[in-house]
């Protein structure tokens, strides 16, 4: 079955770290650009970072740009997400996707359309309390 698995959320306090991975089963993570996504309650998805298939390439909403740090290691089929400095308004359950091409365009990302991602995870709960 070809499935994404994130893991590595929690509740952490305002300033607090935390790894977030995205393991992926049944296909070679190494074929896809991985992008990470948050959806806050009553709030739109939105793109957070996005790596390529070779890991040369990455890039980050402002939101997050100097605090979260996104990296791969295809050997182990797993895409990471280096959260520091973290804040409440980052309170948001993570998704990871798999795609061909990162959907940054314009300093938005795009997951719909002619842009949607192959692969999903369920997603995993980050939580920071103040």
């Known amino acids: 079955q070809l499935q994404l698995v994130e893991s590595g959320g929690g509740l952490v306090q305002r300033g607090g770290s935390l790894r977030l991975s995205c393991a992926a089963s049944g296909f070679s993570l190494g074929d896809y650009a991985i992008g990470w996504f948050r959806q806050a309650p009553g709030k739109e998805r939105e793109g957070v970072s996005c790596?390529?298939?070779?890991?040369?390439?990455?890039n980050y909403a402002d939101s997050v740009k100097g605090r979260f740090t996104i990296s791969r290691a295809n050997a182990k089929n797993t895409v990471y997400l280096q959260m520091n400095s973290l804040k409440p308004v980052d309170t948001a359950v993570y998704y990871c996707?798999?795609?061909?091409?990162?959907?940054?365009?314009?300093?938005?990302?795009?997951?719909?359309?002619?842009?949607?991602?192959?692969?999903w995870g369920r997603g995993t709960q980050v939580t920071v309390s103040s």
């Open positions: 996707a798999a795609r061909v091409k990162c959907t940054y365009y314009s300093g938005r990302y795009y997951y719909t359309g002619i842009h949607a991602y192959d692969y």
């Open positions: 790596i390529s298939s070779s890991g040369g390439s990455t």
